[in-house]
């Protein structure tokens, strides 16, 4: 199995400190740091979370990745973020290498489109017709350019926000993620196990790259969601942005 990841990429930091106190020149708590936690964050977690699980894979993403970071400012006792600092997030240019790739040695692809200028719409349909098993997680609004895509994983938000424009043949390819509720696909909800939640960043990541790495291993889209539950799980059980 050897699959390739395409999509935007950045650097997540996790800052963990105590809380002490508060600001006496504003009311904002005040931070002394103790510990820091890198790591590749959005198509990069995706990248991760599939090498975690033991297939090949190789991911087309911005040259620039590592200056790009999202700063999140943690108390270490109660796990409460205080605030998320962004650095260059509107340095990421378009894609000029998706022409030089060869679809043919990848048993998947995952699209992990943030919206961030990465990928265009036409990208996006380009890659989907260079391969009949892509799957794409995207922030854009839906639409006909992603009708060859074989399923699009998007969160409740996303869902609501593009709903009006998905047409019924795009509504048998959704599946849309509840949070703490599972996950939905053509009318049927998958739960998941009641769990303590100390954070869900990049739980969507591990989700995509459970549900592609199931898919390809067993051709079976339910056990493929119930394993990407599952995988979803387990790392928002677990501080900062953890793999499989």
């Given at each position: 199995?050897?699959?390739?990841?395409?999509g935007?990429?950045?650097?997540d930091?996790?800052?963990?400190?105590?809380?002490?106190?508060?600001?006496?020149?504003?009311?904002?708590?005040?931070?002394?740091?103790?510990e820091?936690?890198?790591?590749?964050g959005?198509?990069?977690?995706?990248?991760n979370?599939?090498?975690?699980l033991?297939?090949?894979?190789?991911?087309?993403?911005?040259d620039?990745?590592?200056?790009?970071?999202?700063?999140?400012?943690?108390?270490?006792?109660?796990?409460?973020?205080?605030?998320r600092?962004?650095?260059?997030d509107?340095?990421?240019?378009?894609?000029?290498?998706?022409?030089?790739?060869?679809?043919?040695?990848?048993?998947?692809?995952?699209?992990?489109?943030?919206?961030?200028?990465f990928?265009?719409?036409?990208?996006?349909?380009?890659?989907?017709?260079?391969?009949?098993?892509?799957?794409?997680d995207?922030?854009?609004?839906?639409?006909?350019w992603?009708?060859?895509?074989?399923f699009?994983?998007?969160?409740?938000?996303e869902?609501?926000?593009t709903?009006?424009?998905?047409?019924e043949?795009?509504?048998?390819?959704?599946?849309?993620?509840?949070?703490?509720?599972?996950?939905?696909?053509?009318?049927?909800?998958?739960?998941?196990?009641?769990?303590?939640?100390k954070?869900?960043a990049?739980?969507?990541?591990?989700?995509?790259?459970?549900?592609?790495?199931?898919?390809?291993?067993?051709?079976?889209?339910?056990?493929?969601?119930?394993?990407?539950?599952?995988?979803?799980?387990?790392?928002?059980?677990?501080?900062?942005?953890?793999t499989?």
């Open positions: 199995m050897r699959i390739l990841v395409i935007e990429s950045c650097k930091v996790f800052v963990y400190g105590a809380v002490n106190r508060m600001c006496p020149e504003a009311p904002v708590p005040i931070l002394a740091p103790l820091q936690m890198e790591n590749g959005m198509a990069m977690n995706v990248k979370n599939i090498q975690t033991g297939a090949q894979v190789d991911i087309q993403t911005n620039n990745w590592e200056t790009i970071t999202k700063t999140r400012f943690i108390d270490k006792r109660t796990n409460h973020m205080i605030m600092l962004d650095h260059n509107n340095s990421i240019s378009r894609n000029k290498y998706l022409n030089s790739i060869r679809y043919d040695k990848y048993s998947a692809i995952i699209i992990s489109d943030y919206n961030k200028g990928l265009s719409e036409e990208d996006v349909l380009n890659i989907s017709l260079q391969h009949d098993c892509t799957f794409l995207t922030k854009k609004i839906l639409g006909e992603c009708n060859n895509v074989k699009i994983k998007i969160n409740n938000y869902y609501e926000r709903k009006d424009k998905i047409s043949e795009l509504q048998s390819k959704i599946i849309v993620t509840l949070g703490p509720n599972g996950c939905r696909h053509r009318g049927m909800t998958y739960p998941v196990k009641k769990t303590e939640i954070d869900v990049g739980a969507g990541d591990t989700f995509i790259a459970a549900l592609a790495f199931k898919y390809v291993e067993t051709q079976d889209i339910e056990k493929s969601i119930i394993f990407a539950n599952e995988s979803a799980t387990k790392v928002v059980e677990k501080r900062g942005v953890n499989i």
